[in-house]
């Protein structure tokens, strides 16, 4: 055959079509044999089985007359006839079953492993009837001379050992378990026979234990093949656990001491692995005495063996020196601290250009795991001194596999280092900018926690600290989003679009709105991937919720309303629906019915049927926003809007979700304006989040007249230190007013008192009311606040002046309306025209511009 020839010499000429020619040919008469091997007629025949016999009578069939593969499944059928007919199956099947397997190939089985093993965890039938049926087969086919076989029974015997009565146990197991490990029987059978032994152990008593078990477990420790040296041995663990403190010191140890001493390297780690899992078991004296020397000895030797000890001690080290944490004495303390750095630089010293003693990655990536362990054993206050250049070397390390790992553990060690996690900051922006996005997923895991740690930065929460210290916070998020963005991996995407909901507790609002808002926005109007779109529209809600200028919230509002809801794109008004689900769930329903029930309901005129499908699956919900007598308006319109989808809609799938949808608003209750006890508890949660939409907006206005007054901003620093003189408390008091329906009578509206406290309650649950609250938006429809709120008769009750339908809360003036919106439009009565005369092909176009559209108005107050 000719070789292709090169991309970059690629001949089109006559010639080398002809050479073409002649590959395809010859893979032609490759392919001929593949066509041969098809069934014949008289193999065909003998495949085939009469239709009418039952699943009993086909299965004895097949396992009687049928070939390998029909009785294989009918083997891997197995549990289905036992679950079906019990009696039957162990009547007529399973006496064929234990013929077919006397002569059974490999994969018959394993399918018989696996199917008995099934029929044990469905029990189909009582641990009685199945040990008399099935134990037997299990047991003879043990020793099989296939090694995966012989791992495949004996994983189902290990699972039936757990459920087996403890007289059964020792008949049919514990006895003949004598004889199987004699040094007389092969290498495989004394290997099954440890592992059985550490399984019983948990069955039986430490008297029995101490009689009969025992006395094989000394035997095989002692065996001459290492192999089963080394399985035993890794079976001392669960002996020691059955047998009690007492005998394990007396019987355990020493055997594992002369293990560790084994000619066999295997025997040693495996006693090495065993002493590390059994450290919490020994006293004191045993650690210092007797378990020291030996791993120190173990860990000297280490570097002189092979990879996979090397790849063991790397796994347990930091197991160990928490384990022995508190009896090293300071020599031995740093000569164990000196030997997790050299592991940790392994394989990276280079020399011309070749690694000398290069180890696998796995050694350092599992190592990583137990970072935080070596932490606790060095003492946060010393990582600086101690780890932290072998914290920095990790973080750069040129393997994928190790940055990975180090990401996992990376908010375990902010975690550890409490007032010293700013000792990291650069390694989280490292980690943030990595080039493979395995690394960026491992971390955003725990973003949103890490990023309280590093603001916070371990001392105070002051807003000043918030990214003074992380400079490079805000580029490497960015970053990252865009990387994740311009990949195929959009799990990812979508993952670090949710975590960036902990932004408003970790930077300045302005900052959110200039660099993450409008990105939010793009996402969801050009990415392709739906799970993408709802994160972003979702990150971009609470964006809004915690936003602390009117002005930008308002910009945003009018961008959903006009760019989403009144899009010509039918992709970007759906878009907009799933927008206002999360508003629904997230702001209060007054700031839904205020600025986005009409431009909502207005969607049942749309054009395309699968936006007026959603939007009838969402209506419930929008429902639910209203409150009565208040909102009895909307109500109508609701209502209006419903008769008129159920007579006009022609679309057959959307009649019928019209249909349910009216169904279940007939049976919705409306909610009232007073306190009702069947919904307490929303009404609490609704109220709560009202007030805290009302705190920010008190909070604007006060800064507004704190810089007039006093012709300067006033810092956060500077409020910080306010808050502090007047010992304010750092959460929102809970006795502030719930009424916002007027005036409070007997407080003067003018007093300075009053301002600087209430500017001082705001500029606090802007600091701290986000502060783990963000992870509960998630639940906030499923959760609710009980907290009770009661009027206050302190000046915090100038809170009820402010109401949702204040001036404060209206849309701006063309004069005041940004140069790429439409200046007659107005913002809290935005709804879509119905008499546009729009195309339905061009409204449901995913890719044309918005459209214009004629806008009706509503009014501001109600």
Not at 233 to 244: D, F, S, T, V
Not at 628 to 640: F, G, R, T
Not at 720 to 726: A, G, N, S, V
Request: hydrophobic letters at 35%.
């Amino acid at each position: 055959m000719h070789p292709p020839p090169p991309a970059a010499a690629m001949d089109f000429s006559q010639n080398s079509l002809f050479g073409y020619m002649e590959d395809l040919q010859e893979l032609t008469i490759i392919e001929r044999p593949v066509r041969r091997s098809l069934k014949t007629p008289e193999e065909i025949e003998r495949l085939t089985v009469d239709e009418d016999l039952s699943d009993i009578e086909r299965a004895v069939y097949l396992l009687s007359a049928g070939q390998d593969i029909q009785g294989t499944s009918v083997i891997a059928n197995l549990p289905f006839l036992m679950r079906q007919n019990p009696a039957e199956t162990l009547r007529r099947v399973l006496p064929k079953v234990r013929e077919a397997l006397h002569v059974a190939g490999v994969e018959m089985q394993l399918t018989a492993a696996v199917s008995f093993l099934t029929i044990l965890q469905e029990e189909s039938v009582s641990i009685h009837t199945y040990a008399h049926s099935f134990l037997q087969v299990i047991l003879l086919h043990l020793e099989h001379r296939d090694a995966g076989v012989s791992n495949a029974w004996l994983e189902t015997l290990l699972s039936v050992i757990e459920v087996l009565p403890k007289e059964t146990l020792r008949h049919e197991i514990l006895n003949p378990l004598v004889s199987k490990a004699q040094l007389s029987q092969t290498v495989q059978s004394r290997l099954v026979s440890c592992k059985i032994l550490g399984k019983l152990t948990n069955k039986f008593d430490a008297l029995a234990i101490k009689r009969e078990i025992l006395p094989l477990v000394k035997s095989l420790c002692q065996d001459v093949e290492y192999e089963v040296r080394s399985c035993m041995c890794r079976q001392l663990e669960n002996i020691a656990q059955g047998i009690g403190t007492e005998l394990t010191k007396s019987v355990v140890l020493p055997e594992l001491i002369e293990l560790s001493r084994d000619e066999g390297s295997s025997v040693r780690l495996a006693a090495f692995e065993t002493l590390v899992n059994l450290l919490d078991i020994f006293d004191t004296d045993d650690r210092s005495q007797t378990i020291l020397p030996l791993v120190k000895a173990f860990c000297e030797k280490s570097f002189k063996a092979d990879e996979s000890i090397l790849i063991s001690l790397s796994f347990h080290l930091g197991k160990l020196c928490h384990g022995l944490y508190g009896i090293f004495t300071p020599d031995q303390h740093l000569r164990f601290l000196e030997f997790y750095k050299k592991l940790c630089t392994l394989g990276l010293q280079q020399e011309n250009g070749h690694n000398e003693n290069q180890i696998p990655p796995q050694i350092l990536e599992q190592e990583k795991k137990y970072i935080s362990a070596m932490i606790v054993f060095v003492d946060p206050k010393n990582f600086h001194m101690e780890l932290y250049s072998t914290f920095f070397c990790l973080c750069h390390d040129p393997e994928v596999p190790v940055r990975y790992t180090i990401a996992i553990c990376f908010y375990e060690v902010s975690k550890l280092l409490n007032s010293g996690v700013y000792l990291i900051h650069k390694e989280l922006i490292t980690l943030l900018q990595d080039e493979s996005l395995e690394v960026l997923d491992a971390l955003i895991d725990h973003l949103p926690e890490i990023l309280e740690l590093m603001s916070a930065g371990g001392e105070s929460s002051v807003q000043e600290n918030k990214l003074s210290s992380l400079p490079d916070l805000i580029p490497a998020l960015t970053a990252a989003e865009q990387r994740a963005a311009a990949s195929l991996k959009w799990r990812t995407h979508e993952k670090l679009l949710q975590k960036y909901a902990c932004l408003p507790h970790i930077i300045s609002s302005d900052q959110i709105y200039y660099r993450f808002l409008q990105r939010m926005f793009t996402i969801m109007m050009t990415n392709n991937v739906l799970p993408v779109q709802k994160a972003a529209s979702r990150t971009l809600c609470i964006f809004l919720r915690y936003n602390r200028k009117q002005e930008q919230r308002h910009e945003v509002i009018q961008k959903l309303i006009e760019q989403l809801g009144q899009g010509k794109s039918y992709w970007n008004r759906l878009r907009f629906l799933d927008t206002c689900e999360f508003i629904i769930e997230i702001f209060s329903k007054s700031f839904f019915c205020k600025y986005f029930f009409l431009p909502t309901i207005e969607l049942t005129h749309d054009p395309v049927a699968n936006v007026r499908m959603k939007l009838c699956y969402l209506l419930p919900k929008v429902k639910s926003t209203l409150k009565i007598p208040a909102d009895k308006h909307l109500l109508q319109q609701l209502e209006m809007c419903v008769r008129k989808l159920l007579c006009q809609e022609k679309d057959k799938d959307v009649l019928a979700v019209v249909k349910r949808t009216v169904l279940e608003l007939d049976r919705m209750e409306m909610s009232m304006d007073a306190f009702q006890k069947k919904f307490y508890e929303k009404d609490l949660l609704d109220q709560e989040k009202e007030r805290e939409e009302l705190l920010l907006l008190e909070m604007e206005q006060l800064e507004k007249e704190k810089q007039q007054n006093d012709g300067r901003p006033m810092s956060d620093k500077t409020f910080e230190k306010k808050r502090r003189d007047t010992k304010t408390p750092t959460t929102l008091p809970k006795s502030i007013p719930i009424s916002v329906t007027g005036p409070s009578s007997g407080t003067p509206s003018t007093s300075k008192e009053i301002k600087k406290s209430k500017l001082i309650r705001s500029q606090s649950f802007n600091n701290q009311a986000f502060h783990a609250k963000y992870g509960n938006l998630d639940k906030c429809s499923g959760k609710s606040s009980t907290a009770a709120y009661t009027p206050s008769v302190s000046g915090l009750a100038k809170t009820s002046m402010i109401s949702l339908t204040d001036d404060s809360f209206r849309t701006r003036n063309a004069s005041s309306a940004p140069s790429s919106f439409s200046s007659n439009t107005t913002l809290s009565g935005t709804s879509r025209g119905t008499g546009n005369s729009a195309d339905p092909k061009s409204s449901g176009s995913k890719d044309t511009q918005p459209r214009k559209a004629t806008l009706k108005s509503r009014k501001s107050n109600p």
